[in-house]
């Protein structure tokens, strides 16, 4: 097909036609009203779509380099297995729209309000959201290279099994995020505020969440080996199977946190508050817990073998069954020891059913 012009463009919009194979090179659709316009295998190469209408667009491989869509609207629009390099979106208003099976790279959502926008099996390299207003995003199965969430607000989102480890998230905040099974080994959140984040499943390696404000996280059967949350404020967070060996949590309030069946081996706690936590069956061997407030917290059945409790306030605290050889201790007197009515119904069994033919 020859090239088009923009009168030829906006007609086909209007009669919602299906443009295929045209190229478009370097056109300009500024303030274009394009809605429900459909794009197959077309080239848009350097095309200025600025405060264009594309609501309800759908381009299907097409090639889309060096496009400018700044300030455009973007609602139900459709990326489908297109090609876009160094293209900016910036203050753009975008709801609702797709990009599956797409390549992106250089490309600029700064300073965007980004809303139920889904980026799903796609490549991303050197992605920019600075300074956007993300709510109800979904990234799933995505290859992902640098991404750049600066100062940017991420609200009611879904990051599912994305590679993070590249993504700079500088001044960013977390309200109702999921990052199941996402790869963010060493990053850096000191400081940061988190309310309700899900982190089951990640890998969060060495991350640094020092001084951290976290509401209601959950590292559920998370890799945090070598984690940092010293000094960080996570009240009732929930370490259930995670893995925090040689994590340090010294100084952190961690009251009433769930650390059942976690892997702390050789983790500190030194001075962190863990009243009222609950240890059941948790690996704490060789962990530092000078100075920690263990008052009221359940350790039944922990490891804590070569642990250090010295200074450590006991008052309560549940020892039932714990293995504490070589475990160092100042104030177990005031901690409860084994609980007879627990051992009974540990070791209770049902009787066997009679044989029903006899």
């Known amino acids: 097909m020859a090239e088009m012009d923009r009168a030829t463009i906006e007609r086909l919009a209007r009669d919602a036609d299906l443009l295929s194979g045209a190229t478009l090179r370097g056109l300009d659709l500024r303030g274009a009203d394009l809605a429900a316009l459909r794009l197959d295998h077309c080239v848009l190469d350097g095309v200025d779509l600025g405060g264009a209408d594309l609501t309800d667009c759908q381009f299907t491989h097409c090639s889309l380099s060096g496009c400018g869509f ?113 790869n963010l080994a060493g990053q850096r959140f000191a400081g940061q505020a988190f309310e309700v984040v899900q982190f089951s499943e990640a890998d969060l390696t060495g991350c640094d969440f020092s001084h951290a404000r976290i509401r209601q996280g959950n590292f559920t059967s998370a890799r945090l080996q070598g984690a940092g949350f010293g000094g960080a404020l996570a009240r009732g967070a929930i370490f259930l199977q995670a893995d925090l060996e040689g994590a340090d949590f010294s100084g952190a309030d961690l009251t009433q946190a769930i650390w059942q069946g976690a892997r702390a081996a050789g983790a500190s706690f030194v001075r962190a508050n863990l009243y009222q936590g609950n240890f059941l069956s948790a690996d704490l061997g060789k962990a530092d817990l000078r100075g920690a407030d263990l008052t009221y917290a359940d350790l039944s059945r922990a490891n804590l073998e070569g642990a250090d409790l010295t200074g450590a306030t006991l008052f309560r605290a549940k020892l039932h069954r714990v293995r504490d050889r070589d475990a160092r201790f100042t104030d177990r007197a005031r901690a409860l020891g084994e609980d007879p009515e627990q051992l009974a119904a540990e070791a209770w069994r049902p009787r066997p059913r009679p044989d029903s033919g006899v």
């Open 70 to 182: 700044a300030a455009a609207r973007l609602a139900g629009t459709l990326f489908h297995a297109s090609e876009l390099r160094t293209v900016s979106f910036a203050e753009a208003s975008i709801e609702n729209a797709n990009w599956h099976e797409c390549r992106l790279e250089a490309v600029a959502f700064d300073r965007v309000r980004l809303s139920r926008a889904v980026f799903s099996g796609s490549r991303l390299a050197k992605i920019g959201f600075r300074e956007s207003r993300i709510e109800q995003l979904v990234m799933a199965n995505l290859d992902s290279g640098p991404l750049d969430f600066t100062d940017a607000q991420l609200e009611r989102s879904v990051l599912l099994e994305c590679d993070l480890r590249q993504a700079d998230f500088t001044g960013a905040s977390f309200v109702t995020l999921v990052f199941n099974k996402s």
